[in-house]
């Protein structure tokens, strides 16, 4: 497929790997942020390809992961109200919230619908007037502007029953969060390549400038993230961080405007609850004002238990980068991708489901 | 070291369910009606919503993602990667 197989080209992908090797120096530490890159590194064996020298750590993009055990008990207790239909992205079918998933929930009595795009949530709505369709809005920028255009659609057309539980997370925030951390002692960051196909690469600025890491945006495929790992490895090296774009076909330093212009008309900045890392002010979307009828939180009450953490999980660690999928006592014993512990290995882009899939023993 | 170039694979389908979050494909636009478009990829063809994409246009290759096109590919900017690539390839033949 055009723009896809260009980017897989095996001769070149060895040479690049023999580049990384030729300009590694000292021992690096690189993160890659994206769930989506942790899986293609995983897929592609490039961890095992690198020198010693460099060593690549999984970070928290991974939108399904992320959400709080509180917000998927909410998704939960909003799906047993009745005439509610909640409207989810299937991944977040099977993650096991404090008492229970939505998958449990939809085998008892509850309605429960996977969808593709904010586009089928709010064509159920317009099916199925007298109800209630609820869409659970996890995600990043990436998805974000997606939802604010399903409300604004919804607000256009004057559909009436179409509620958003706003789960929306923001990247450049929760590095902030982590490099303050400073559990890691991050040399470099590969930047994820779709968010900032909607942010463009400015907001990653200050972590080179404050932090002295460095940053590179990537694409997906095994070139676009060796192209990274040797232009973050040239910038350690030469001791200047910088942000730079290695998926220039889809990546501009301002970003998409129309799609942030969106966002920023339908959300504001708020707080979010991250698994693994807390509340952290500032780090996700709300609803403004003049759109807070379509909050399913304030439309909806619910009674909530208290929030339990799965025994022995610890996606929490893993996705702050401090341990991986291999130091688990679960892993791949008690917690699989058939029987998941943890929202790490539910996930098609979680750090444990891409270790299971790809990943082997002796790493 | 023996390791497989596992990438060297045919592509994903754009079918894959699994793949819901920030996973994005280019798709190519055949026809444009209003804020929607119909793209094609690998003889599949799909109606998205071209609301992020304005500027979208008939033989234009836009970023899918969760049924909404995210960007449109810089066709220019591809072929100058790949150029650098090659170049940053080339270099350690040099020495």
Known sequence: MKFIDEYRDVELAKKLVSKIKQLSTRPTRLMEFCGGHTVSIMMNGIRQLLPPTVEMLSGPGCPVCVTANADIDKAIALAHLPDVIITTFGDMMKVPGSYSSLQQARAGKADIRIVYSTQDALQIARDNPTQSVIFIGIGFETTAPTIAASILQSENEGIRNFYVLCLSKLCPPIMKALLDLGELKLDGIVCPGHVSAIIGSRPYEFIPRNYGVACVVSGFEALDILQSIALLVEQIESGKPTVEIAYRRVVSPEGNKTALDLMESVFEIGSADWRGIGVVPASGLKLRRKFERFDAEQAFSVTLEPVREAKGCICGDILRGVKTPNDCKLFRKVCTPEHPVGPCMVSSEGSCSAYYQYGTDYE | ?95
């Open chain 2, 1 to 95: 070291m023996t390791v497989a170039f596992l990438w060297a694979k045919p592509s994903s389908p754009i079918t894959d369910e699994r793949k819901t979050m920030c996973l994005a494909v280019p798709v190519k636009v055949v026809s444009i009606e209003g804020s929607e478009a119909e793209v094609e990829i690998g003889g599949v063809k799909r109606r998205v919503s071209i609301m992020l994409t304005p500027e979208a246009r008939v033989g234009d290759y836009v970023l899918l993602h969760t049924g909404y096109a995210i960007n449109v590919i810089n066709e220019a900017e591809a072929q100058e990667t790949l150029k650098i690539l090659e170049e940053m390839a080339s270099l350690d033949e040099v020495h």
